[in-house]
């Protein structure tokens, strides 16, 4: 079915313009404008979610996707890193008060990536946040994670607390013995020089731990 075939009041610009909710696929279709000779324009946005990590895609992997060209492939990839510019900001001077502040944010970030990403979150006296900083790619791991880097930046930001976080590819956000071990010496060095562990949390696509419950 052609769009132009779709009831007049159904289509994705004029829900838009009426106000009305659009589904993912109905924004990635107002996105693409187009579809191809074997698929409209919706039905092309409904393979791409279902198929495929859009977050996590690069340019030269759509343009082998049926239906996408380079013209296409372009204007994703410039929607997508605006997303991500436009996001990394949006936590520097929150007040983080709970652990599904912190898990809101970084699921997003870094809840999809393949591999496992820790941040340490950096905040002021009042749990307002500084700066984040990204301390390691890959399996966390207690012998290569350390401290020193870790607050070496809590000291150089004047940070008065500061919250671990990272990712479980496997989408089981149960924490690992090893991530209660990294937990464990973190919070022991951070009690020696005065910066206090508040949480170190686990985000997956499926949810999130709190090391604080």
Not at 124 to 130: A, E, G, H, M, Q
Not at 186 to 211: C, N, P, Q, R, T
Request: hydrophobic fraction near 45%; include cysteine.
């Amino acid at each position: 079915m052609r769009v132009k075939d779709i009831c007049v009041d159904l289509r994705p610009r004029e829900k838009m313009l009426q106000g009305l909710y659009l589904d993912d696929a109905e924004l990635l279709a107002l996105i693409l404008e187009k579809g191809s000779k074997s698929e409209n324009v919706i039905e092309l946005s409904h393979r791409l979610i279902n198929e495929f990590n859009l977050l996590d895609i690069d340019i030269f992997e759509l343009m082998k996707i049926k239906g996408i060209g380079v013209a296409k492939a372009c204007k994703l990839i410039a929607c997508f890193k605006l997303v991500r510019r436009l996001n990394s900001g949006k936590i520097m001077n929150v007040v983080l008060s709970k652990p599904k502040d912190v898990a809101n944010y970084y699921m997003h970030k870094i809840g999809s990536k393949k591999k496992e990403f820790l941040y340490a979150v950096f905040l002021d006296t009042k749990n307002k946040v500084i700066c984040d900083k990204l301390i390691s790619i890959g399996t966390l791991n207690s012998s290569l994670i350390h401290p020193r880097e870790i607050f070496k930046e809590a000291v150089r930001v004047s940070a008065a607390s500061l919250i671990l976080v990272h990712n479980h590819p496997s989408g089981d956000c149960t924490a690992s013995e090893e991530d209660l071990k990294v937990t464990s010496i973190v919070a022991k060095a951070g009690e020696m020089i005065g910066v206090k562990l508040l949480d170190h949390v686990v985000v997956a696509v499926g949810g999130f731990w709190s090391w604080k419950g």
